[in-house]
C-alpha cells in the first residue's frame, strides 16, 4: 500500500491506497460482494482499521443493518479513525440525516485535518443542510494536493500509423472513417473552458461550487462570498484605519457561527456587495487563467496583495496608558464589538480562481440557452458543430442541468457517432429506468471499444450486471438480439453478459420468466436469444389454450408425473425459444415487451412457429408494425424477400403481401429464382412458380412495348420516304374544306441512328443491355 493512494489521498495507509481502491472497484463491478465480504472479514481479525472497507462493501450489497452495526461497534474501540467516521459520516448524509451527519464529519476531520476528502464531506453536509457561509469556509480551508498523473513511458514519435478495422466491429452507424476534423470549427471561447480540465481535488472543490450555484443562483453566493470573504477595497478601507483580526476559517466551520443568521442569508453592507460585484466584473473581463498540465489551477494573481498577512485581533489600549487593559471574553455578548471585516477570511487563490472559472461557464452557458431560445422562437436551425455540441454537452452537465446537456448530446449525435455524447445519453436512459434504450447505447459503445482494441470496459460491464440485475438475463438478451444492428455487433454484447454470468452475478442464472407472474404453466425452452441454456416460461394455460389449439392439446392430454405437477410443465424445446417468447408476450397483451422493429429471419421465424401451434390469428395482431419498418427499411439493409412473402402468407397480411411481391417482382435480378426451403409447403411452392410467371409476362409485355418504340425506325433504314404526318408513305392526305392538304414530313437513316444511339446509352434497347432488375428498367424508360 505504499505506492501509492488516489490523487484526493494525501498520506496513503492500510485502507486507503491503489490496492483497497481497485478490489472495492473490482467488486462493484463484478457483484461479488460475498467474496469481499469473506476476504475483508479475514483482514479485520487482524488489522480493525479494515473494517471501513467491510462496511462499504456491506453498503453495496444492500446489507446495510449489518454495516450500521459494524460501524457502530468499529467506532467504540477506533474512536478517531477518520475512515470509519468517513464512511458513516457518508452513509447518514445519503440517507437525509445531515444534522446526525455533521457532528460526524467535525469529528473526521480533527482527527484527518490535513485530508482532503474529510473536509469535502463536511462542506458537502452544510450544503445539504443549506449552511452556505459554513460550506464556503469550509470549502476554503480545504488542504489541496497537486494532482499525480499515471506513470506512463513516453514512446517515441511513430513513423506511420496503421489502425486495421476488424471486421466484427464493423457498423455503418459508429464508422469515423469519413469523418472530418473539425479543429477550426470550434468557437475559440468553447476551447479556452478551463473547468472541464480539472482533476483531483480541484475537480471535487469545483463540483461542490457548482452545487452550491445550482441550488442558490449566481448573485445570491456572490452576496455569501462577500461576507465570509475580504473583499479588496473593503480590506483598504479597513488598513487605512486599524488593523483588524480574524479567526481561523477551518475553527469557524468546525464551530460554527456566533451571531446566528439564516442559513446564511444575512443581507451584506451595501458598499461592500457593491465592490464585490465591480470586482467579479473587472475580472470576468479578463481571460481565464489556464491551467497547468496536471490539472491544477496556475498561480495567477488574485485580487489581493500576495503579501497580505492574516490580520490579527485588536487590542483596545487607554489613552495615557502604557499597559493594554485584558479583552473580555469572546462568549460574553455585551462585549462583542467586532466589525463585520473582522469576522472573515482571506480567500484562497485557488478558490477565488474557481470563482472566476464558475463564472466564465455561466455566462457560456446563458449565452448559449439565449441564442437557442431566439432561434427556437424564430423557427430557425440553431447550428453547431460536432465538437461544439459535446462541449456544451460537458458544460451543462457541469453546471447540473441534465436536460440540456442531453439535448446537446443528441444533438452531436444526430451529425456523427460520439462516444462521449453517447455515454451523456445512457447516463440519462439510467436515471430514466429506461432499459431498452439504455441497451441500445451500450451496444454501441461497446461496439466502438471493439473499434479502438479495447475488448473489456469495466464500466459497460458495470451498466451491463446492474441491467440484468434489474431485468433478468433472458430478457437483456432477448431485447439484445431484437435489436435492428448486425449479428457480429450483438455478439460483442453478448461477451458481456457471459461475463455477468460467469461471475454469478445476480439475475444471470435465472431459468424461469414470468410473462404472467401468477401463471399455472410452464413452458420448457431449449433457449434463448442464441444461448443453448434450459428456460422457462411462466403462462397461463387458459389463454395459451384459447389462442392454440396445438398447445391446448398437448397441455389437456398430458400423461405421467407433469399431469399432476403445479405449475404443470410442457415441454416445447425443439421450438425456436425467441419466437415462442414473443408469442407468449402478443397473446397475453404484453404490448410494453414488444420490440419495435423485428429482423426479418426472426419475423420469418414467429410466422413458421405461428403456422405450427395454429395461434396465426392471435399473433398477427401485433406484426403489421413489424412488417411496414422493413418494408420502410433502408436500402443498405438486407432483407430477405423470399423469407417476408412467406411470412406474410402465413400471418395472413394481404396488404404487406402484395407490397413485398410487388417489390420482389420490380427488384430481383431477371435471372433470380424464388427461393424456397425443401420443407416449406406446398402451397409456397405453388406460390414461387406463379411469381417467376407473373414477372416473365412482365418481361414479354415490356419487350413488345420496345419493339413498338424501334418499329417506327424499320420505314428509315429501308428507303428514304416522304410521307403527311399521321399517314402512312405513299398515302395522301384528305384536303380540308379550304383544299390545303397537311405538311410533309421525311424520316431519314441519320435520325433513326440517332434516336437508337439514345435507347442504347440509356441501356433500353436491345435486351442484352438491359439492368439486371425490371425496376431498373422501368425507371429508363420513364
Known amino acids: 500500500w505504499q505506492l501509492g493512494s488516489d490523487p484526493e489521498i494525501q498520506v496513503p495507509n492500510l485502507v486507503s491506497n491503489h490496492l483497497t481502491s481497485g478490489l472495492l472497484h473490482y467488486i462493484k463491478t463484478s457483484g461479488r460482494y460475498m467474496s469481499g465480504v469473506n476476504l475483508f472479514e479475514k483482514l479485520r481479525m487482524r488489522d480493525p482499521e479494515v473494517a471501513s472497507l467491510l462496511a462499504r462493501v456491506y453498503m453495496m450489497g444492500d446489507e446495510e443493518v449489518k454495516a450500521v452495526k459494524l460501524l457502530h461497534d468499529v467506532i467504540e474501540e477506533l474512536p478517531m479513525d477518520y475512515s470509519l467516521l468517513d464512511c458513516q459520516a457518508e452513509f447518514c448524509n ?104 480539472y482533476k483531483g481535488t480541484f475537480h471535487k472543490a469545483y463540483v461542490l461550487l457548482t452545487e452550491i450555484t445550482k441550488k442558490i443562483g449566481w448573485d445570491q453566493l456572490l452576496r455569501i462570498r462577500s461576507q465570509v470573504f475580504v473583499m479588496e477595497e473593503e480590506y483598504r478601507n479597513e488598513k487605512q484605519h486599524a488593523p483588524g483580526g480574524s479567526r481561523n476559517a477551518s475553527t469557524v466551520a468546525l464551530r460554527g457561527r456566533e451571531t446566528p443568521q439564516p442559513n446564511g442569508h444575512g443581507e451584506p453592507l451595501e458598499e461592500d456587495h457593491r465592490d464585490s460585484e465591480d470586482m467579479i466584473q473587472s475580472e470576468a473581463d479578463s481571460e481565464v487563467t489556464d491551467l497547468q498540465a496536471n490539472g491544477e489551477p496556475s498561480a495567477a494573481s488574485s485580487h489581493l496583495d500576495p503579501d497580505v498577512s492574516k490580520p490579527t485581533h485588536t487590542i483596545t489600549v487607554r489613552s495615557g496608558d502604557e499597559t493594554p487593559q485584558p479583552q473580555p471574553p469572546d462568549n460574553d455578548p455585551s462585549h462583542q464589538q467586532y466589525t463585520q471585516f473582522q469576522h472573515k477570511r482571506l480567500c484562497e487563490r485557488w478558490l477565488d480562481n474557481l470563482f472566476m472559472v464558475l463564472y466564465e461557464d455561466l455566462r457560456i452557458y446563458t449565452i448559449w440557452r439565449t441564442e437557442a431560445s431566439q432561434y427556437r422562437q424564430q423557427q430557425l436551425a440553431y447550428k453547431k458543430s460536432a465538437e461544439e455540441w459535446e462541449i456544451l454537452g460537458e458544460l451543462a452537465e457541469r453546471l447540473h442541468h441534465p436536460e440540456e446537456a442531453v439535448e446537446a448530446w443528441q444533438s452531436c449525435l444526430s451529425m456523427r457517432f460520439s462516444p462521449k455524447a453517447m455515454r451523456g445519453v445512457l447516463d440519462l436512459y439510467e436515471r430514466k429506468n429506461d432499459g431498452r434504450n439504455q441497451l441500445g447505447a451500450l451496444i454501441r459503445l461497446v461496439a466502438w471499444q471493439y473499434r479502438w482494441y479495447s475488448e473489456f470496459s469495466p464500466d459497460l460491464l458495470y451498466i451491463m450486471r446492474r441491467l440484468i440485475e434489474e431485468e433478468g438475463a433472458v430478457k437483456v438478451r432477448s431485447i439484445i438480439q431484437a435489436t435492428s444492428l448486425p449479428q457480429h455487433i450483438l455478439d460483442l454484447t453478448h461477451q458481456y453478459a457471459a461475463l455477468c454470468a460467469a461471475f454469478r452475478s445476480s439475475g444471470s442464472d435465472d431459468d424461469v420468466v414470468d410473462i404472467v407472474t401468477d401463471g399455472d404453466v410452464l413452458l420448457d425452452l431449449g433457449g434463448l436469444a442464441g444461448v443453448q441454456k434450459e428456460v422457462s416460461l411462466r403462462v397461463s394455460g387458459r389463454v395459451i389454450s384459447l389462442a392454440s389449439p396445438v398447445l391446448r392439446d398437448k397441455l389437456y392430454h398430458a400423461t405421467g408425473a407433469s399431469k399432476n405437477e403445479y405449475p404443470r410443465r410442457l415441454s416445447v424445446k425443439d421450438e425456436d425459444g425467441d419466437a415462442m417468447l414473443l408469442i407468449c408476450n402478443i397473446i397475453h397483451l404484453r404490448n410494453d415487451k414488444l420490440p419495435p422493429r423485428l429482423p426479418a429471419e426472426m419475423l420469418y421465424n414467429l410466422a413458421i412457429l405461428s403456422e405450427k401451434l395454429q395461434c396465426g390469428i392471435a399473433v398477427s395482431r401485433a406484426t403489421s408494425p413489424w412488417f411496414d419498418r422493413l418494408f420502410n427499411a433502408p436500402a443498405q439493409v438486407y432483407v430477405d424477400m423470399c423469407r417476408l412473402i412467406e411470412a406474410t402468407i402465413l400471418l395472413d397480411e394481404p396488404i ?127
Not at 151 to 173: K, N
Not at 766 to 771: D, Q
Open 656 to 782: 404487406f403481401f402484395a407490397r413485398f411481391t410487388a417489390r420482389w417482382i420490380m427488384n430481383e435480378p431477371l435471372d433470380g429464382k424464388f427461393a424456397v426451403a425443401p420443407t416449406t409447403h406446398v402451397r409456397m411452392k405453388t406460390l414461387s412458380l406463379q411469381l417467376q410467371q407473373r414477372r416473365q409476362s412482365h418481361i414479354q409485355a415490356l419487350r413488345a412495348d420496345l419493339d413498338l418504340l424501334v418499329d417506327c425506325c424499320s420505314l428509315a433504314f429501308a428507303k428514304p420516304a416522304e410521307h403527311y404526318i399521321d399517314y402512312a408513305p405513299g398515302m395522301l392526305p384528305d384536303p380540308d374544306d379550304q383544299g390545303r392538304t397537311g405538311s410533309i414530313c421525311r424520316v431519314d437513316e441519320g435520325a433513326a441512328t440517332l434516336y437508337l444511339g439514345g435507347l442504347r446509352d440509356e441501356k433500353i434497347w436491345p435486351a442484352t443491355v438491359w439492368p439486371p432488375t425490371l425496376g431498373e428498367i422501368v425507371e429508363a424508360i420513364k
Open 94 to 197: 445519503r440517507k437525509g440525516r445531515s444534522d446526525m451527519a455533521l457532528d460526524i464529519a467535525k469529528r473526521s476531520v480533527i482527527a484527518a485535518p490535513s485530508e482532503f476528502g474529510t473536509w469535502a464531506r463536511l462542506a458537502e453536509i452544510y450544503v445539504g443542510m443549506e449552511e452556505w457561509d459554513l460550506a464556503l469556509l469550509t470549502l476554503n480551508s480545504c488542504p489541496m494536493f497537486t494532482y499525480q498523473d499515471k506513470d506512463a513511458p513516453r514512446l517515441p514519435e511513430p513513423a506511420r500509423i496503421s489502425l486495421p478495422l476488424a471486421p466484427e466491429t464493423m457498423c455503418d452507424e459508429i464508422d469515423d472513417a469519413g469523418a472530418t476534423p473539425e479543429v477550426d470549427t470550434v468557437h475559440p471561447t468553447l476551447r479556452r473552458l478551463a473547468a472541464g480540465n
